[in-house]
């Protein structure tokens, strides 16, 4: 058998058996997919083991020829990614993000592109709002469930200072006299459907615009749960 290599980022890990651990990684070159560590927490690959964390990029050999592979050798590319606080728990939400809305073995080398701006991003401390709506908006985009942010159903442009609901077959539908009874859905404002699509944001359209993606993610994730929401309490 060939040994395998790629960059990539630890998603998650759990134990495997007594010495071993399943890790989840996100590669640039074969998508979402899981390997096992053997021995992994044996004192003697602790130096093995310390470098198998989210956040940073690593090189990453692996083998095998089932579903399921096996790590060879793994070595940091550049410098430690370190997140503290809020940006750890945004990084642990984009990591669940991922795991839960893409099929392991597919590749998506944009939506890898925008994983390192946002984890690079939450490390250097910027926004976490800014860089947590771009990224869902890249992955709502990657996967092609992304509405169009300029045009409603009808074919007109998305007005700032007017309210929209959301047809989830077509689209942004404009909030008007003949469909105000009729819809119960939530409505949302112009100016936040249009800071999705443009990647500028201000105070008054943050929770808006977290609103929008927090729903059409649903139609990827499901309506489970997000683990990593317990760090923010």
Not at 11 to 20: G, V
Not at 123 to 129: D, K, N, Q
Not at 212 to 229: A, F, V
Request: with cysteine; net charge neutral; hydrophobic share 35%.
């Amino acid at each position: 058998m060939h040994n395998h290599t790629t960059h990539g980022y630890v998603l998650h890990s759990r134990p495997y058996r007594e010495t071993s651990l399943l890790v989840d990684l996100f590669s640039q070159s074969f998508g979402r997919f899981t390997l096992v560590a053997k021995g992994i927490k044996r004192k003697s690959s602790q130096s093995q083991r310390a470098i198998l964390q989210p956040f940073s990029l690593l090189n990453i050999e692996y083998t095998g020829r089932s579903d399921l592979k096996t790590l060879c050798q793994v070595e940091p590319v550049g410098l430690f990614n370190r997140l503290d606080g809020r940006s750890m728990a945004c990084g642990y939400y984009v990591n669940e993000l991922i795991t839960r809305a893409i099929q392991e073995w597919q590749e998506y080398p944009a939506l890898f592109d925008h994983y390192q701006q946002v984890i690079n991003a939450l490390a250097a401390g910027e926004s976490l709002t800014k860089s947590l709506r771009n990224f869902e908006v890249a992955l709502l985009t990657e996967l092609g469930v992304a509405p169009d942010w300029n045009f409603d159903i009808s074919g007109e442009p998305i007005e700032p200072n007017r309210d929209y609901f959301f047809n989830l077959e077509q689209g942004f539908e404009q909030v008007n006299h003949s469909n105000m009874i009729e819809q119960s859905h939530k409505r949302f404002t112009g100016a936040a459907i249009i800071a999705l699509g443009t990647g500028h944001y201000t105070e008054l359209e943050e929770k808006n615009c977290q609103q929008i993606t927090q729903m059409l993610l649903r139609q990827i994730i499901g309506q489970k749960p997000l683990e990593s929401r317990k760090l923010w309490l």
